[in-house]
Nanobody
Framework: VQLQASGGGLVQAGGSLRLSCAAS????????MAWFRQAPGKERDFVAF????????YYADSVKGRFTISRDNAKNTVYLQMSSLKPEDTAVYYC????????????????????WGQGTLVTVSS
């Protein structure tokens, strides 16, 4: 299983980026997906979650209203559209997958995910 994250880069504060996470060896239509981020010297934090059908999404308070998570099961890819970026959004962003148990739960903890991408660095300059 491989999750390939891409789309990171350097952007000025107020700008936008779209991250992509393409899965191989895993059919994401059977998985809930999430994005996490880790800033230097800090723990890996939850950013956003999307259910299998995309009927449910959930966001960390720090990104609510600025970030949007989406998925294209046909392309086996999940996205994170980031707008109004701030310097404090600077981090390595990781996508994660968890095979669904169809419980409808929202999973916030990194330890609850089975598969991880390699991360893509987002740097927001002030």
């Amino acid at each position: 299983v491989q999750l390939q994250a891409s789309g990171g880069g350097l952007v000025q504060a107020g700008g936008s980026l779209r991250l992509s996470c393409a899965a191989s060896g895993l059919t994401i239509s059977n998985s809930v997906m999430a994005w996490f981020r880790q800033a230097p010297g800090k723990e890996r934090d939850f950013v956003a979650f999307v259910s299998v059908s995309a009927s449910s999404t959930y966001y960390a308070d720090s990104v609510k209203g600025r970030f949007t998570i989406s998925r294209d099961n046909a392309k086996n890819t999940v996205y994170l559209q980031m707008s109004s970026l701030k310097p404090e959004d600077t981090a390595v962003y990781y996508c994660a997958a968890r095979r669904t148990d169809y419980s409808g739960r929202i999973y916030y903890s990194a330890g609850e995910y089975n598969y991880w991408g390699q991360g893509t660095l987002v740097t927001v300059s002030s």
